[in-house]
């Protein structure tokens, strides 16, 4: 962002390093300095009725989304959730075991699960998420991230999920003034992942 955010705001936005490396003409050296690149966090909405009364049930309950708890308070949606996420139905289950510990206060619990978030967004969307859940994956990465955020913990997300919050940043923008300083760090950070990617 151009300007410094207020500390309350920050909960808002993931915040992700980006090296910059600066010649210094004077003393024939070159310097590295880090730049936070803040990305704002959009929020996910239901797809339809069926999903919104899912919605509606977990944030009502300030919780993240968790698919086993889905098919316990939900039964109608369990052979079509079931049908969809069969193959991997046992990270699932992990994940739900990480939001539970989390939530009863277990901060490294909190980071296992963004990290399986991580992990399982990568297989959507799938026949359940696109007609029944909506996009339920990316609302448990925000909330994890404000969680995190909210509890004054230090985390880095995947270079991919990175691309993608910049992605759904950009897209809820479209048509709107551009912020200058945004679009120059995020230009730099591609650049530094290029260069990453080529020397492995």
């Known amino acids: 962002m151009a300007q410094p955010l207020p500390e309350k705001d920050k909960i808002n936005y993931y915040v992700e390093p980006v090296e ?4 210094l003409k004077k003393a024939g050296k070159v310097r590295t300095i880090i730049k936070d690149l803040y990305i704002e966090l959009v929020d996910v909405k239901p797809i339809n009725k069926h999903s919104e009364k899912i919605f509606d049930y977990f944030i009502k309950r300030d919780e993240p989304i968790d698919l086993m708890e889905v098919m316990n308070v939900f039964p109608e949606y369990m052979t079509v959730i079931f049908d969809s996420y069969y193959q991997h139905i046992n990270l ?16 490294d619990s909190w980071r296992l699960a963004l990290y399986f978030v991580e992990m399982l967004l990568k297989y959507e969307p799938t026949i359940a998420s696109a007609n029944v859940l909506g996009d339920f994956q990316t609302h448990n ?38 912020d200058p300083v945004f679009d120059k760090l995020v230009e730099l950070w591609r650049y530094n992942v290029k260069e990453k990617d080529l020397r492995y």
């Open 20 to 23: 910059i490396e600066i010649y």
């Open 92 to 107: 699932y289950e992990k994940l739900s075991m990480y939001f539970k510990n989390a939530l009863a206060g277990s901060i």
């Open 141 to 178: 990465l925000n909330y994890l991230i404000r969680k995190l955020n909210s509890l004054q913990q230090k985390f880095l997300l995947e270079d991919s999920t990175v691309e993608y919050l910049i992605k759904r940043y950009y897209q809820a923008h479209e048509g709107e003034p551009r």
